[in-house]
């Protein structure tokens, strides 16, 4: 399975941008998706995931409100919607899927918890300027 990140490009601070994530084989209702992010000298961290769980829908506190993860109308492809991005968004992002072999757990655990993700793009670099 390979999945391919992109989008990402240099914004000012206040502006938008689109990632899309395209997954080879399979489609969003065989496995949850994430994105997730690294900011230089930081830890990796959940921005969005997406699942057919209870709580299907998880958004890091810093994003509510100005992100949104969507399918595409290609059943294989996942979007986050960015927008008044700020400096601090700054980082590498990155989108991964986990097949969960018949246990939907919820957006949270997949964003924040254990889960391990199965398999990750190679990111796309969101630049934003202040």
């Known amino acids: 399975v390979q999945l391919q990140a992109s989008g990402g490009g240099l914004v000012q601070a206040g502006g938008s941008l689109r990632l899309s994530c395209v997954v080879s084989?399979?489609?969003?209702?065989?496995?949850?998706i994430g994105w997730f992010r690294q900011a230089p000298g930081k830890a990796r961290e959940g921005v969005s995931c997406a699942s057919r769980g209870v709580g299907r829908t998880y958004y890091v506190d810093s994003v509510k409100g100005r992100f949104t993860i969507s399918n595409g109308n290609a059943k294989n492809t996942v979007y986050l919607q960015m927008n008044n991005l700020k400096p601090e968004d700054t980082a590498v992002y990155y989108c991964?899927?986990?097949?969960?072999?018949?246990?939907?757990?919820?957006?949270?655990?997949?964003?924040?918890?254990?889960?391990?993700?199965?398999?990750w793009g190679k990111g796309t670099l969101v630049t934003v300027s202040s």
């Open positions: 084989e399979f489609t969003v209702d065989d496995y949850a």
């Open positions: 991964a899927v986990k097949f969960p072999k018949g246990v939907w757990n919820s957006g949270n655990y997949y964003c924040t918890g254990t889960a391990g993700m199965d398999y």
